[in-house]
């Protein structure tokens, strides 16, 4: 990944994590608790791609498995996440622009319900499954309805800052927004240089008038 992506995407993963410890996993809603760590993962891999979604969601789960309170087999939530992270860039949009709301809705029930059962099976897989007040099913419910509503306050915003990353014209060699935009328009050089052109013909065509003029005179 790039610099920038990197960063950025080492800042968001961190601030999502203080937030899910510090903050949603002191709620005590029912059932789940709202998990920002895998909208990070989503929003970020719905502009960068299968690739950097799967090595944006390791990294993120690894840490989320090392924080605490974590009561579970470290490694376990960050094989859930660079799962989750490569299929959601499978569904990357075009440009990492929403077209429509439905989609990466969509994508994010998806995700919460497939990260759930993910879980729970590679828990069931290790012998690490702690006891849950809430039977599976209670917990995909909640999961999907807590990160569906939270989605639309967190998604659009971290791929907007994503897409900053991606939009310089200078080192963007993939043929980004500003420069689709440019190519199907025609670019401003070109018009620039049109422009220029036909200044440099008006200018000659009224030196051309002007001698004339004082040809007619000298007669």
């Keep these: 990944m790039r610099f920038n992506r990197t960063l950025l995407s080492a800042a968001l993963v961190v601030i999502a994590l203080v937030v899910q410890v510090s903050v949603l996993a002191r709620l005590q809603l029912p059932g789940a608790t ?4 895998l909208l990070v993962v989503l929003a970020l891999a719905f502009v960068y791609g299968h690739v950097s979604g799967a090595l944006i969601g390791f990294g993120a789960g690894l840490l989320a498995d090392l924080a605490p309170p974590a009561d ?3 490694g376990r ?3 859930v996440l660079c799962v989750i992270g490569y299929c959601a860039g499978l569904a990357r949009p075009a440009n990492g622009q ?7 809705m969509a994508v994010v029930v ?3 319900v ?4 993910l879980y729970a099976g590679v ?3 290790v012998n690490d499954t702690p006891a849950r007040h809430v039977g599976l099913a209670g917990l995909m419910f909640t999961a999907a309805l807590y990160d569906l509503l939270l989605a ?3 998604v659009p915003l971290i791929m907007a800052l994503a897409r900053r990353t991606e939009n310089d014209p200078v080192i963007d060699s993939s043929g980004g927004d500003v420069a689709a935009g440019w190519l199907s328009s025609g670019t401003g050089l070109r018009i620039g240089g049109q422009r220029g052109g036909l200044r440099v013909k008006a200018a000659r065509n009224r030196a051309a008038r002007a001698g004339r003029i004082k040809g007619v005179k000298r007669l």
Excluded: I, Q, R, V
Aim: glycine letters at 6%; aromatic letters at 10%; proline letters at 10%.
């Design 98 to 104: 929403l077209k429509s709301a439905f989609a990466p």
């Design 34 to 37: 709202p998990d920002l760590l």
């Design 110 to 112: 998806a995700a919460a």
């Design 114 to 117: 497939g990260s759930t059962l």
């Design 72 to 74: 579970h087999a470290a």
């Design 77 to 79: 939530y960050a094989l």
């Design 152 to 154: 639309p306050f967190t």
């Design 123 to 125: 828990g069931a897989l």
